[in-house]
C-alpha cells in the first residue's frame, strides 16, 4: 500500500507522524476490514480522551498545532 498523503506533496503517513501533525498511523491489515480496525482504534483511544475537560482537550489541541513546523537540530 502506498502510504502517500498526496501525489503533489509526497507526504508519507509516517512524515506526518515525525512532524506531529498525526498521531498515529492505523495500519490496513490484510483481512480486516477498515471499520473493524478503526473501531478498535476508537475503543481504545476515546475513553482516554473522555477523562478529559473540553478545556484539557482544547489547550493539548491548540500546543499540537502550535509546534508543528518547530524543529530543533540534533
Not at 11 to 19: I, P, R
Not at 21 to 41: D, T
Request: charged share 30%; glycine share 8%; proline share 3%.
Amino acid at each position: 500500500l502506498d502510504m502517500r498523503m498526496d501525489q503533489g506533496s509526497g507526504m508519507t503517513a509516517q512524515d506526518l507522524l515525525e512532524l506531529g501533525v498525526i498521531e498515529k498511523i492505523i495500519p490496513e491489515e490484510s483481512g480486516q476490514s477498515v471499520f473493524r480496525l478503526l473501531r478498535k482504534e476508537l475503543a481504545v483511544t476515546l475513553p482516554l480522551l473522555c477523562q478529559k475537560s473540553g478545556v484539557e482537550l482544547a489547550e493539548e489541541r491548540f500546543q499540537k498545532f502550535r509546534n508543528i513546523g518547530v524543529y530543533e537540530e540534533r
